[in-house]
């Protein structure tokens, strides 16, 4: 076990699978204590396993990170369990439409910005409360993607998304830096999750991608999980509002 994470308590959304699984079970290995969030109990019950059985501490909550209910209810039962928050890292999101942006249907739309938007707000918000309470540091990771970044053909909506995501984390970096809250974002590429199966499973698709990218290869979740254990921890004290973009070079062109 490492102590980067020593004594913080971090909340990761979407925790269940994929690249929240891979952050909260490298969150736990370096001490910190993990709530695990995601709309279905079943998985975040099997990553809380795997994570106290090696050592770490974790408590799995079932909470949909659109519903503003659910998600005072995830903090309230958080904080019961360990009195406080440190760390929030903002992971779930949802991609409904693949295809044309203009061919999108307006509940595509409206799902897509309430859960990666207005849920990412949503619990920053509360986060940010806690720790101004509390009158006490913090850290808040954004998981965005290079869609945010880039022209995003067949996934536009998904991209508008990510694009106010690292928005949001530059405005929130510069209005919360004086009560010592930092607030950054991780832009991945190509991860092979099931989010990126569509993608991934598509010979054409993906070796147009892994040609571009300078790493030549599609990403693993554990790529993504040590930097955001670097951006919650005091390692990266004077790093806020930056979008660290894990992609193994698909962004150089
Ligand atoms: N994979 C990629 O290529 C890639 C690239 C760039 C960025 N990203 C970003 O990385 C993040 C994680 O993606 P992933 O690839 O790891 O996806 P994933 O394997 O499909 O996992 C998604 C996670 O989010 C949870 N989730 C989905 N909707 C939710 C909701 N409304 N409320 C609470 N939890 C919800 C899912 O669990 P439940 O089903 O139990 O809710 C699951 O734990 C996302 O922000 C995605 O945009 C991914």
Redesign the pocket.
Known sequence: MGERLRDKVAIV?????????AIAANMAQEGAKVVL????IE?LQTVAAEIRGNGGEATPLA????HPDQREDMLDQALNAYGRVDILVN?????PHFGPMLSIDGGAWDKTFE?NVK?YFGMIRLVAGHLQERKAKGSIVN?????GLMAAPMQGVYGMT?AAVISMTKTLAMELGASGIRVNAIA????E????QV?VDNDEIRSNIVNRTAAGRV?Q?RDIAGGAVFLASDESDYLTGDVMVIDGGWTLG
Do not use: D, E
């Open positions: 959304t979407g925790a269940s699978r994929g690249i929240g699984a969030v995601s709309r279905k998985g909470c949909h990170v659109g992971n779930a999101a949802t991609n859960v849920g998981i965005a993607s290079v869609a990510k991945p590429g190509l991860v999750t099931k989010f990126a993608l990403g979740p």
